[in-house]
T-cell receptor, first 113, second 114 residues
Framework: NAGVTQTPKFRVLKTGQSMTLLCAQD?????MYWYRQDPGMGLRLIHY???????AKGEVPDGYNVSRLKKQNFLLGLESAAPSQTSVYFC????????????FGPGTRLTVT | AQSVTQLGSHVSVSEGALVLLRCNYS??????LFWYVQYPNQGLQLLLK??????LVKGINGFEAEFKKSETSFHLTKPSAHMSDAAEYFC????????????FGTGTRLLVSP
């Protein structure tokens, strides 16, 4: 049982490049989330999904897109990376009705130069 | 809208001393409150939760927190700090109805010296 895994662990992008972050969970959770963590700002919700085929905007969605084609996977895309998107990105998942008990992945450290 | 405020971005204690990390919340409806811990280079892990049952909540690793409605607080304590407690701690709040999005505080880094 791997829990929540994230790929890649580290990435350096140049401004304007695109990339996709992959999150996978093996706990059969319906809900999945993408956060970014910046110093002094805690975690901020980017997008979330309450089930396969559904996504919704969180607190800071601009510049990001997401897809949930399979229940176990939640992809976060950056179409044209900007230095302001330098951050640590965390994926999380939870059961319906227990969205307050989220299980987090280990994070992806992204640097945009 | 809900929010949490964590007082102090850094707290330093000596090993064996009391740990007190402060969290105050703002919510227009009865909240659920949580403490998460993040060890270096890892994701967040749930430490303890308050979901409207007992106001004194015990978590893992000897931590506990008390929900005080009159003070809108949910402070985290541990009687005796251990070196392994050094980490960043996040307070979080959500509503107990509807879709429960977590709103995190800005975090408090706990430093433990020998």
């Amino acid at each position: 049982n791997a829990g929540v895994t994230q790929t890649p662990k580290f990435r350096v992008l140049k401004t304007g490049q695109s990339m996709t972050l992959l999150c996978a969970q093996d706990m059969n959770h319906e809900y999945m989330y993408w956060y970014r963590q910046d110093p002094g700002m805690g975690l901020r919700l980017i997008h979330y999904s309450v089930g396969e085929g559904t996504t919704a905007k969180g607190e800071v969605p601009d510049g990001y897109n997401v897809s949930r084609l399979k229940k176990q996977n939640f992809l976060l895309g950056l179409e044209s990376a900007a230095p302001s998107q330098t951050s640590v990105y965390f994926c999380a998942s939870s059961y319906p009705g227990r969205a307050h008990e989220q299980y987090f992945g280990p994070g992806t450290r992204l640097t945009v130069t | 809208a809900q929010s949490v405020t964590q007082l102090g971005s850094h707290v330093s204690v000596s090993e064996g001393a009391l740990v007190l990390l402060r969290c105050n919340y703002s919510s227009s409806v009865p909240p659920y409150l949580f403490w998460y811990v993040q060890y270096p280079n890892q994701g967040l892990q749930l430490l303890l939760k308050y979901t409207s049952a007992a106001t004194l909540v015990k978590g893992i690793n000897g931590f506990e927190a008390e929900f005080k409605k009159s003070e809108t607080s949910f402070h985290l304590t541990k009687p005796s700090a251990h070196m392994s407690d050094a980490a960043e701690y996040f307070c979080a709040v959500t509503m107990n109805t509807g879709f429960q999005k977590l709103v995190f505080g800005t975090g408090t880094r706990l430093l433990v010296s020998p």
